[in-house]
């Protein structure tokens, strides 16, 4: 089973500090060898919203002001079940602190 894991960073949200880097680093390379980690990143901050209305397609940049929170970074992983998809979330924010993330299995080949 594949889950597109998110996590969330809100106006509050505090700079990542080396401290942060190494641990997430350390957790990261345990993921990466086990064969559960596929991919991971950070997102930027702006990012360029498509939308598509009546058959017109319309491009926006960003950032946007009227959002309060934004997808700070994902990571995409490969486990046996939901509960070990779970436990990864639960590990990182315990290494990123205060937050939210949202966990989605993936569908398809």
């Known amino acids: 089973m594949r889950f597109l894991m998110t996590s969330r960073t809100t106006d509050t949200t505090p700079e990542p500090d080396a401290t942060l880097f190494a641990e997430m680093g350390k957790y990261i390379e345990e993921l990466t060898a086990a064969g559960i980690l596929l991919a991971t990143g950070g ?52 290494i990123v602190g205060d937050g939210s993330s949202t966990i989605q299995e993936v569908f398809g080949p």
């Open 43 to 94: 997102l930027e901050a702006g990012g360029l919203r498509v939308t598509s209305t009546g058959g017109e397609i319309t491009f926006t940049d960003g950032p946007f002001t009227e959002a309060k929170e934004a997808i700070g970074g994902f990571a995409l992983v490969e486990v046996r079940t939901k509960e070990e998809a779970i436990e990864i979330g639960r590990r990182f924010l315990k």
